[in-house]
């Protein structure tokens, strides 16, 4: 009796053991498939983000070198210069991309303010938007809200030519927003707006 409860004992002991087994397996199954399937996550998220860093620097050289020839195309316009160049120097600095403006004049770089005065980041402004506008494939016309402030009258009168040639090129509508009368009298239609009683009212001059 006590060999036949021995046995017994045994028998349940390992179909127990065979229970875990089984379980374990089954764990360790679920496991493998996991481990498969977190390697390739991993391997979906690297070559996705390989291809966003190439799309990224393709898209940012595109951007940049075309930036930098308009930039060139209209300092060279607006100041009467060929010997004017705009420079865009792209470097990752804190694992985020930067960029660096230069503007050389007769082979000498400096920074642009130091160029041209303060005038020169407002044509860079309306430049990068034009060029935005393009690379992005962005359809309808141009707004700018009191463009070219800091323009002195002089280069001012070719700074708004430059943009009324570049949107004939691009066929877009151009619309300026502005207290300055010569910008104004440099349109095809001026319209006035004044506010009478909390209106608004617009008038065609």
Do not use: W
């Amino acid at each position: 009796m006590e060999f036949k409860s021995r046995f017994n004992d045994l028998k349940q002991d390992i179909s127990r053991l065979k229970g875990q087994k089984e379980q374990l397996q089954t764990t360790l199954s679920n496991y493998e498939k996991r481990y498969t399937q977190i390697k390739t996550e991993i391997n979906l998220l690297t070559n996705s983000r390989e291809l966003y860093q190439k799309g990224s620097t393709t898209l940012r050289l595109r951007i940049s070198e075309r930036f930098a020839n308009l930039a060139s195309r209209a300092l060279k316009y607006i100041f009467q210069r060929d010997d004017i160049k705009f420079i865009v120097e792209l470097d990752i600095k804190s694992n985020l991309p930067s960029a660096t403006f230069y503007v050389e004049i007769a082979d000498h770089r400096m920074n642009p303010k130091e160029a041209l005065g303060g005038s020169i980041y407002e044509v860079i402004g309306v430049c990068l938007r034009l060029v935005c506008l393009e690379v992005f494939g962005l359809k309808g016309p141009l707004m700018l809200d009191e463009p070219l402030r800091s323009v002195d009258e002089t280069n001012l009168k070719n700074a708004l030519e430059f943009i009324q040639e570049y949107c004939k090129e691009t066929n877009r509508q151009l619309f300026i927003v502005t207290h300055s009368d010569q910008i104004a009298r440099s349109g095809d239609k001026i319209f006035e707006v004044v506010q009478q009683n909390g209106l608004s009212l617009i008038s065609e001059i």
